[in-house]
């Protein structure tokens, strides 16, 4: 399913090309990033990125500053979509993560999605912050969730976000 292009008050959210393929790495190096997205080189941006389909790079000013993943499940009875990202320290601390998760879930309530979730690992602190803000709710852990470098699983914390719980809608802004 190739997203199209997602406009927001600061950002756009667009798919991915093969010029990205050198920022993102870059940003996927970055110790912050890599401590969570472990391994990225060239290649795996080219297959897991510019070609999955489920990739939207965000583009703040022109420049590409870091990418949504969307996984919607459509089954019927089940219907949610997993939700995955990362953003280049150059940008942190300014609820980009937060505005990026809004355009993309006001887009996938446009195609009648209602549930949403995402799944940080337990010590990382500013994903869970930024997610919690924004209205996602801790599910429960996630035991011996992801396998570190050094060979050792980590628990993940499972979140999930209801539109139900925002007659609203979403605000990025809110404390
Ligand atoms: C998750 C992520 C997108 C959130 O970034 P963001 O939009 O900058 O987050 P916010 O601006 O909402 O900040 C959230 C909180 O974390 C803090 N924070 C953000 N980046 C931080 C950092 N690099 N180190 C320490 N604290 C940080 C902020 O101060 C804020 O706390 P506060 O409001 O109490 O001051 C970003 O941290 C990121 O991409 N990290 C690397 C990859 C990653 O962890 N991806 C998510 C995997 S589930």
């Known amino acids: 399913m190739a ?82 990202l990362f953003l280049g320290a150059d940008w942190y601390r300014q609820r980009y993560g937060a505005e990026a998760l809004t355009i993309a879930i006001e887009h996938l309530a446009s195609l009648g999605h209602h549930r949403f979730t995402l799944d940080p690992n337990v010590n990382n602190g500013p994903a869970i912050r930024s997610y919690e803000r924004l209205g996602f709710k801790r599910v429960g852990v996630l035991r011996q969730y992801q396998l570190r470098p050094e060979g050792h699983w980590e628990d993940g914390l499972l979140m999930d976000l209801v539109l139900s719980d925002f007659p609203d809608g979403l605000d990025w802004r809110r404390d």
């Open 3 to 84: 997203w199209s292009v997602l406009t927001g008050e600061r950002m756009t959210l667009r798919p991915p090309v093969e010029a990205d393929v050198a920022s993102l790495a870059r940003i996927l190096a970055e110790d912050e990033v890599s401590r969570w997205w472990v391994g990225y080189d060239d290649s795996r941006v080219r297959d897991e990125i510019v070609a999955s389909g489920s990739a939207l790079v965000m583009e703040i000013d022109g420049r590409a500053a870091g990418a949504i993943f969307l996984y919607p499940n459509e089954d019927a009875e089940y219907r949610h979509t997993v939700i995955h």
